[in-house]
């Protein structure tokens, strides 16, 4: 139906007369930036998104991801026209819409809020944008119940909001939207109003419904488990700045820097002080006294930047550690603080060198005698292979790799 694209695309938000602005530069100096809330503040005012650079292809569901205060409702809403964009240009179809009224852009939104007519009916909440641009009350009808029939909200179309659930009332605000049949489907944290059990039910109701109707999407969300279930790609964002644009398994797989390996995984990745060291045979690390050896494709992307030993911050997932072997030489000594049987899994934390760090064991792999053995104060030893480790720079936090 449509592609969407933004060209360096920033959002300031002006001063308020009460508020303080930076002392203006000196002849010859570069114009003073403060920052308060990580984000920048300049002359111009509060700069909340930061040179946004994307191409949406036609029908695909592109998720923007980040911790509260990143911009991406910010960056949503200038899609809409909800918000003014400061600079750059946002482009539908290849038609410059900056200043296309909300109405004219053939965009549909569904807020985090359901944001419904309490005194209308479900049926009239779903018709209402039909009614008023005077669509015929035959092909009202139709595109209803097919909206209706889609969601699974048939029986419930001559019910009030208040006599629904709240994931109920979320599908009614998808089928106020989707009725219209828009170009662009624009969706801001309309899962977080919900339950545990209901947003997974959501999420597959949105899965279904992506493959239903053809439209282009782009859905916000604070939730990466959402964003990695539902997007054809991420954008990951901070401080309103993209960090990593990928599929989920892309961002999973290969993080491209600290933030981003920080923050995409459940749970999170555990990080440990190392050095990465070079000897006559190639690279390894160094992470407390234990040598780690890299596999063939780590050694060949270090050597093709010529990447010099130093101080890293090593990276490994928590499934990607296992309990070491009699004699491993590149285990390390831990000590258990807590232990949490998951069912199927065993998630322990445990400490190494005085930081923190969980490993998920699959209890099925586990002896009586060692899951008798992971209490607290146990000391284990654990290991992981060269090959399933990430490693980022000390001075920007870009991985190496």
């Not at 035959?138 to 419930?156: F, M, P, S, W």
């Not at 949490?340 to 930081?355: N, P, Q, R, W, Y």
Request: with cysteine.
């Amino acid at each position: 139906m449509a592609t969407v694209t933004l060209k360096n695309v920033m959002k300031i938000y002006p001063h308020s007369n009460d508020q303080k602005k930076p002392k203006k530069a000196k002849k010859g100096e570069a114009p003073a930036e403060e920052k308060k809330s990580n984000l920048q503040i300049t002359e111009r005012g509060v700069v909340a998104v930061q040179q946004f650079n994307l191409d949406i292809a036609d029908q695909e569901f592109i998720v923007l991801v980040g911790p509260s205060g990143c911009g991406k409702s910010t960056t949503l809403r200038m899609v809409a026209g909800l918000e003014e964009i400061s600079e750059g240009e946002l482009l539908i179809d290849g038609k410059v819409m900056n200043d296309v009224a909300p109405k004219d852009r053939d965009i549909a939104m569904v807020f985090q809020s359901y944001a419904l007519y309490p005194h209308m009916t479900v049926y009239d909440n779903v018709a209402f944008s039909l009614k008023l641009k005077k669509v015929p009350k035959d092909e009202i009808d139709r595109k209803v119940k097919e909206a209706a029939e889609i969601l699974g909200i048939t029986q419930y179309l001559d019910r009030k909001p208040k006599a629904l659930s709240g994931g109920q009332r979320q599908r009614v605000a998808i089928g106020r939207a989707i009725v219209r049949e828009p170009k662009v489907l624009l969706m801001d944290e309309p899962l977080s109003n919900l339950d545990a059990k209901l947003r997974n039910q959501m999420r597959a109701e949105i899965i279904k419904l992506r493959q239903r109707i053809h439209t282009t999407f782009i859905y916000v969300t604070h939730d990466q488990t959402e964003a990695m279930t539902l997007g054809d790609r991420i954008v990951i964002m901070k401080d309103g700045f993209i960090q990593q644009i990928g599929t989920p398994q892309e961002v999973f797989d290969h993080p491209a820097n600290l933030f981003v390996a920080g923050f995409i995984g459940m749970p999170v990745m555990n990080f440990f002080d190392a050095k990465l060291e070079k000897d006559s045979k190639g690279y390894y690390v160094n992470v407390y006294g234990t040598r780690i050896e890299l596999p063939a494709d780590k050694q060949s992307v270090l050597k093709s930047k010529n990447t010099a030993p130093q101080e890293i911050t090593l990276g490994i997932r928590p499934d990607h550690v296992t309990l070491a072997k009699e004699g491993d030489p590149s285990a390390l000594s831990a000590t258990v603080d807590v232990t949490e049987l998951m069912g199927a899994t065993v998630h322990m934390h445990v400490s190494i060198h005085g930081k923190d760090a969980i490993v998920i064991l699959p209890t099925v792999d586990l002896t009586g005698e060692q899951k008798a053995s992971l209490t607290y104060g146990s000391k284990v030893k654990i290991a992981f292979g060269g090959n399933v480790v990430h490693m980022f720079s000390k001075v920007d936090e870009k991985t190496l790799l």
